[in-house]
Nanobody, 127 residues
Framework: QVQVVESGGGSVQAGGSLRLSCEAS????????IGWFRQAPEKEREGVAT????????FYAASVKGRFTLSKDKVENTVYLQMDSLKPEDTGMYYC????????????????????WGQGTQVTVSS
């Protein structure tokens, strides 16, 4: 089993920045891919960014590309989502997800690709 714990959410004004952290524990050797997903009220959960745990190039949703940066700590099983130039439409609950296997491209941003979810951390961006 793998567990993930998110932290770093909060409230900011548009144009501000936040950094989310996702710490994985348990059978981390089973992890191939990890990523961030978000869900706004009354909307479906959508992928934000994913990457292979061994440090491959991240894949970003078009809506966040150029504003968000996904990275991994070289030592610990922790990934970070640096979110800059935040917009009100970035508001939502952000979830860290461990993908079931290594997949590429837009499929990696689908909820069905995820096997384990964290509890989520709220991000609120005001205009």
């Amino acid at each position: 089993q793998v567990q993930v714990v998110e932290s770093g959410g909060g409230s900011v004004q548009a144009g501000g920045s936040l950094r989310l952290s996702c710490e994985a524990s348990g059978d981390t050797g089973l992890i191939n891919m990890i990523g961030w997903f978000r869900q706004a009220p009354e909307k479906e959960r959508e992928g934000v960014a994913t990457m292979t745990i061994r440090g491959g190039a991240p894949f970003y949703a078009a809506s966040v590309k150029g504003r968000f940066t996904l990275s991994k700590d070289k030592v610990e099983n922790t990934v970070y989502l640096q979110m800059d130039s935040l917009k009100p439409e970035d508001t939502g609950m952000y979830y860290c997800g461990i993908l079931r296997s290594t997949v590429f491209g837009s499929y990696s941003l689908t909820s069905s690709a995820v096997g384990f979810w964290g509890q989520g951390t709220q991000v609120t961006v005001s205009s």
